[in-house]
């Protein structure tokens, strides 16, 4: 899935009753708010346009419409963070998430669910880590808040020196990236500042600045080219960036450079200071605010329709086919398969011992040791089996799920000693697994 800057991307709001200030003094541009400080933040983005896309194997592209749209509120605080753990830390609290977007016939609606809205995220380098102290988040909410990490981004557009109105100056190729979503850059692409002017709104010193360029370089779609117009705004006395807005145009291109359709997108964001705070240091103080193994759980519900459970982040979904869902250890350390059953068809843990034996039997598999059945609870039943397959020994754990709705048979492999302690989070996730719709004899 497309993840440019024009997927976050109505009007420019001026200034008025403007007045020149201090002429050609130069300042120092900085975004390094207090962090007693709450912000609350509102954005709007929109984009539109056509792409060709490939449909069927072996058959030339063809044109579909895309569009989008997104709007999100959130009050927001700046948390003191270890360098060594990341470069920026923030607690957010928000009020509205929705995203609609649209590729020919597909539609797409995602929304951040009311019982996570209370998120941390984290920036260390180009990750972007979020999560909520009070539950577990999707992979599509994940996804959904980190493109909007843009505020750390912009922070670095502004120079270390002091600057003044009409300097110019190149952005580096590290924060060009981040803004621009795109993962490497063409010799040559690059984005431009400009400090426009410095001007006076009531009791405020505001600097406005305007960065442009066009960058050639490679998303994760493959190449890309875009034509980028922003304005910037800072707040000089509060040391805060208080208004963004992007316009673009993006030029998808095949692998000759030609150009396969044309994105247009806008975005804006403003930011105010918050006089009646919710994030205050009391609330903070109760909330666990770093990241552990349980703040960090992912929520997977969306794959099969019906289905839901919980695993830890060094888990990936595989492939979902029919009844059927696979999970990758990251380290490639070890896999699970999952089977959807109706209720009837669950085998019970004795036959289904047999079968994993005789399966293992004829894959010419030695079996070391024969773990006994255990039942967890009414609805769970475990063993496991410690093989030697291919000179390599290995642990696999076997688990029955019966539930109302129906059933699963959990099937998961690690090495023998599980140093790792890959068991234990089997057992989470078989644990956590919820069947929430009748499972049916259709397919």
């Given at each position: 899935?497309?993840?440019?800057?024009?997927l976050?991307?109505p009007?420019?709001?001026?200034?008025?009753?403007?007045?020149p200030?201090?002429?050609?003094?130069?300042i120092?541009?900085?975004?390094?708010?207090d962090?007693?400080?709450?912000?609350?933040?509102?954005a709007?983005?929109?984009?539109?346009?056509?792409i060709?896309?490939?449909?069927?194997?072996?058959?030339?592209?063809?044109?579909?419409?895309?569009?989008?749209?997104?709007?999100?509120?959130?009050?927001?605080?700046?948390?003191?963070?270890?360098?060594?753990?990341?470069?920026?830390?923030?607690?957010?609290l928000?009020?509205?998430?929705?995203?609609?977007?649209s590729?020919?016939?597909?539609?797409?609606?995602?929304s951040?669910?009311?019982?996570?809205?209370?998120?941390?995220l984290?920036?260390?380098g180009?990750?972007?880590?979020?999560?909520?102290?009070?539950?577990?988040?999707?992979?599509g909410?994940?996804?959904?808040?980190?493109?909007?990490?843009?505020?750390?981004?912009?922070?670095?557009?502004c120079?270390?020196?002091?600057?003044?109105?009409?300097?110019?100056?190149?952005?580096d190729e590290?924060?060009?990236?981040e803004?621009s979503?795109?993962?490497e850059?063409?010799k040559?692409?690059?984005?431009t500042?400009?400090?426009?002017?410095?001007?006076r709104?009531?009791?405020?010193?505001?600097?406005?600045?305007?960065?442009k360029?066009?960058?050639?370089?490679?998303?994760e779609?493959?190449?890309?080219?875009?034509?980028?117009?922003?304005?910037?705004?800072i707040d000089?006395?509060?040391?805060?960036?208080?208004?963004?807005?992007?316009?673009?145009?993006?030029?998808?291109?095949?692998?000759?450079?030609?150009?396969?359709?044309?994105?247009?997108?806008?975005?804006?964001?403003?930011?105010?200071?918050?006089?009646?705070?919710?994030?205050?240091?009391?609330?903070?103080?109760?909330?666990k605010?770093?990241?552990?193994d349980?703040?960090t759980?992912?929520?997977?519900e969306d794959?099969?329709?019906?289905?839901?459970?919980?695993?830890?982040?060094?888990?990936?979904?595989g492939?979902?086919?029919?009844?059927?869902?696979?999970?990758?250890?990251l380290?490639?350390r070890?896999?699970?398969?999952?089977t959807?059953e109706?209720?009837?068809?669950?085998?019970?843990?004795?036959?289904?011992l047999?079968?994993?034996?005789?399966?293992?039997?004829?894959?010419k598999?030695?079996?070391?040791?024969?773990?006994?059945?255990?039942?967890?609870?009414?609805?769970?039943?475990?063993?496991?089996?410690?093989?030697?397959?291919s000179?390599?020994?290995?642990?696999?754990h076997?688990?029955?799920?019966?539930?109302?709705?129906?059933?699963?048979?959990?099937?998961?492999?690690?090495?023998?000693?599980?140093?790792?302690?890959?068991?234990?989070?089997?057992?989470?996730i078989?644990?956590?697994?919820?069947?929430?719709?009748?499972?049916?004899?259709?397919?």
């Open positions: 899935m497309r993840r440019t800057i024009l976050l991307l009007a420019l709001i001026f200034f008025t009753s403007i007045l200030l201090r002429g050609q003094e130069p120092l541009l900085l975004e390094k708010p962090t007693k400080l709450e912000f609350h933040i509102e709007d983005s929109t984009s539109s346009g056509e060709l896309v490939p449909l069927e194997e072996g058959k030339p592209p063809v044109k579909q419409l895309i569009s989008g749209a997104a709007r999100y509120v959130y009050n927001e605080r700046i948390l003191p963070v270890d360098p060594k753990a990341a470069e920026v830390r923030t607690i957010r928000y009020s509205k998430y929705d995203l609609k977007r590729i020919g016939d597909v539609r797409q609606e995602i951040l669910r009311p019982e996570v809205k209370r998120l941390v984290l920036k260390k180009t990750a972007k880590i979020p999560f909520s102290p009070d539950g577990p988040l999707s992979w909410e994940i996804d959904l808040v980190r493109r909007d990490l843009l505020l750390p981004a912009f922070a670095q557009v120079p270390t020196t002091p600057v003044k109105p009409g300097d110019t100056w190149t952005v590290k924060t060009t990236l803004i979503g795109l993962m850059l063409n040559g692409s690059q984005l500042a400009k400090f426009e002017n410095l001007v709104s009531g009791t405020k010193e505001i600097a406005t600045l305007s960065i360029g066009t960058l050639l370089g490679q998303n779609d493959g190449p890309s080219q875009q034509k980028l117009d922003i304005v910037l705004s000089v006395n509060k040391r805060f960036i208080n208004f963004i807005e992007i316009k673009g145009i993006e030029n998808p291109l095949d692998d000759k450079g030609k150009s396969q359709g044309t994105i247009e997108g806008k975005f804006t964001l403003t930011r105010t200071i918050e006089n009646s705070p919710i994030l205050p240091d009391e609330k903070l103080s109760l909330l605010l770093e990241p552990d349980e703040n759980l992912l929520l997977s794959e099969i329709p019906g289905i839901r459970f919980i695993h830890s982040r060094r888990w990936r979904l492939r979902t086919t029919g009844r059927q869902i696979t999970l990758d250890e380290g490639g070890g896999g699970i398969l999952l959807l109706t209720a009837d068809r669950v085998p019970t843990a004795r036959a289904f047999e079968e994993a034996k005789k399966e293992l039997q004829d894959r598999a030695k079996i070391l040791l024969e773990g006994k059945i255990e039942k967890i609870n009414d609805q769970l039943e475990r063993f496991t089996l410690d093989t030697e397959i000179d390599r020994k290995i642990r696999l076997y688990y029955l799920i019966r539930q109302a709705n129906g059933g699963a048979t959990l099937v998961a492999s690690c090495s023998s000693d599980d140093k790792t302690g890959l068991g234990a989070e089997v057992e989470k078989a644990k956590s697994f919820t069947i929430t719709k009748k499972i049916t004899g259709k397919k």
